[in-house]
């Protein structure tokens, strides 16, 4: 009863407790407690400016070198969105992909994400640079969606993009909803000549078998391993069986968070291929990446 004492509050409160709940991970609960309404309002807030940074060109994308480890090549980048707030300055994706992730603007910004890459590696072709793939991350929900390939598909068409330009991420907790519509949505994006690469590996639990019957192209070693490689001898254990794990089944390994010439070093021996973070370049407003 101290919750509400009518159906309209009970409700905006039991919203706060479940938002509360997804935010700590999900699979978990919370309660409801007065503070909660505050951090709903705010959230409430972003996510209205969120939509109106949607419509009014608010976004940029940024974009990280991703280099081979053995010879320091540069050969692709990440790209990462920001939000150039009209008041609060450069505001980064951890505090606004939350809000994103609790409702439908996840899909939004994803697609927002794919059509701004497209066009900027069309840009950087003009300018006569090398066409190099650029990763971009995807929420659950657009591999679910029966008509994505075709969607890229249309965005490489219409930028004369080749299909190998193009890598899309999806987090290994993702794999954990892979029903029949999202694997036949891997296969078709497969099909299409896309690069798909399995993020934050080794921080979910899913099934070594998705592996083999998924279509993935690379594994993206999560920075949290990556962090402790000098002091951890479990973290390096840890990626040396990713490496491994990954060359066992014929893809790529990438290593995420590298910031040192000694985190380069182990991984380079362990046999990485290609790894990204300060180490080699922070992400970048796409004038500067060119």
């Known amino acids: ?7 309209g509050t009970l409700l905006k409160n039991a919203d706060a407790a479940l938002y509360r709940a997804k935010q700590e991970g999900r699979n978990t609960r919370a309660f409801y407690a007065p503070e909660l309404n505050v951090a709903t309002y705010e959230r409430l807030v972003l996510e209205g400016e969120l939509r109106q940074a949607l419509e009014n060109r608010q976004l940029v994308a940024y974009f990280q ?3 081979r480890l053995g010879d320091g090549t540069l050969v692709g980048a990440e790209a990462l969105v920001r939000w150039r707030h009209p008041e609060r300055g450069l505001v980064p994706p951890g505090q606004f992909i939350s809000v994103a992730e609790a409702s439908d603007l996840i899909v939004e910004l994803g697609e927002w994400m794919l059509e701004e890459v497209c066009r900027q590696l069309a840009v950087w072709r003009t ?3 090398p066409l190099l793939p650029v990763a971009v991350n995807l929420a ?7 008509k994505l390939a075709e969607r890229v598909r249309e965005r490489l068409a219409a ?14 907790s993702t794999l954990l909803e892979v029903g029949a519509q999202t694997a036949d949505t891997l296969l078709a994006l497969q099909r299409l000549g896309v690069g798909l690469a399995i ?11 998705y592996l083999k019957r998924l279509p993935v192209t690379a ?8 962090r402790d490689l000098e002091t951890d001898p479990d973290d390096r254990a840890l990626a040396a069986t990713i490496v491994a794990l990954g060359h066992s089944l014929g893809l790529q390994v990438v290593a995420e968070g590298v910031e040192t010439e000694e985190q380069r ?9 290609f790894a990204q973070g300060y180490y080699f370049g922070r992400p970048v407003p796409a004038e500067a990446f060119r």
């Open 1 to 7: 009863p101290a919750d509400g004492q009518d159906f």
């Open 65 to 67: 070198p991703k280099v």
């Open 127 to 129: 300018q006569g640079r």
């Open 140 to 146: 659950a929900r657009h591999f679910r969606d029966a």
């Open 159 to 172: 930028h004369e993009l080749p299909p190998q330009s193009l890598e899309l991420e999806i987090t290994e």
């Open 199 to 209: 993020d934050d590996f080794g921080t979910g639990y899913s099934s070594l078998s």
């Open 219 to 226: 594994l993206k070693i999560d920075r949290s391993f990556v």
């Open 265 to 273: 070093r182990i991984l380079l021996e362990q046999g990485c291929d």
